[in-house]
């Protein structure tokens, strides 16, 4: 079974930078996507931003283009988000997931998708 280890979350200022990272195992096929998800009190789960490993490809949510940066690292099978210019709106239990095998068809990457879930990482952006 493919297990993922989120890391990274934190507390930091509004303005500030947390990077997040997602370490995928028990991976059978070299093209998967990974995508990051959060959750904050009382709201409902929205997808952030994903990639995919065979292409690169990326995705971001509005909200977080020109903030947020997704990368992957495939001899790691570890993707990272790295988070800047962050505001208290950003706070949220971030969790990676991870579908494989799977390629980029132009659509996204619908939250339909993911067979498997990391844990969830706090992260708070204080004003």
């Known amino acids: 079974d493919v297990q993922l280890q989120a890391s990274g979350g934190g507390l930091v200022q509004t303005g500030g930078s947390l990077r997040l990272s997602c370490a995928a195992s028990?991976?059978?096929?070299?093209?998967?996507?990974i995508g990051w998800f959060r959750q904050a009190p009382g709201k409902e789960r929205e997808g952030v931003s994903c990639?995919?490993?065979?292409?690169?490809?990326?995705y971001y949510r509005d909200s977080v283009l020109g903030r947020f940066v997704i990368s992957r690292d495939n001899a790691k099978n570890t993707v990272h988000l790295q988070m800047n210019s962050l505001k208290p709106e950003d706070t949220a239990v971030y969790y990676c997931?991870?579908?494989?095998?799977?390629?980029?068809?132009?659509?996204?990457?619908?939250?339909?998708?993911?067979?498997?879930w990391g844990q969830g990482t706090q992260v708070t952006v204080s004003s």
């Open positions: 997931a991870i579908d494989s095998p799977r390629r980029d068809n132009g659509l996204g990457c619908p939250v339909m998708w993911y067979k498997s």
């Open positions: 028990g991976l059978e096929h070299d093209d998967y996507v």
């Open positions: 990639i995919f490993s065979s292409d690169g490809n990326k």
